[in-house]
């Protein structure tokens, strides 16, 4: 389970700095249902960081409030299965 969660955020960091790129390029942009689901499949962390590091998707509250209530389920989920 850790190694899935540490894969999506990965790539769900990745997949921010690329649309940041694609957003400075002026091209074809990643849909921003294709952000939510990466941040609901677990990649809180990885859009948290991406948006620090890219400076990316920083003014929707939304993506910030999706993240962090992502991030704090799956610490939820942890835990449970720790115990």
């Known amino acids: 389970m850790f190694s899935y969660y540490l894969a999506i955020n990965v790539i769900t960091f990745f997949v921010w700095g690329f649309d940041k790129l694609r957003a400075k390029l002026q091209e074809w942009r990643i849909p921003e249902n294709t952000l939510y689901v990466l941040i609901i499949l677990g990649g809180g962390v990885g859009a948290l960081l ?4 890219f400076r990316h998707k920083t003014r929707k509250l939304k993506f910030k ?4 209530v992502s991030v704090l ?7 449970y299965f720790l115990r």
């Not at 991406?50 to 590091?53: A, E, L």
């Not at 389920?73 to 835990?79: E, G, L, N, R, T």
């Open 73 to 79: 389920v799956y610490i939820v989920i942890f835990f």
């Open 50 to 53: 991406g948006m620090t590091v």
């Open 65 to 68: 409030v999706i993240s962090v």
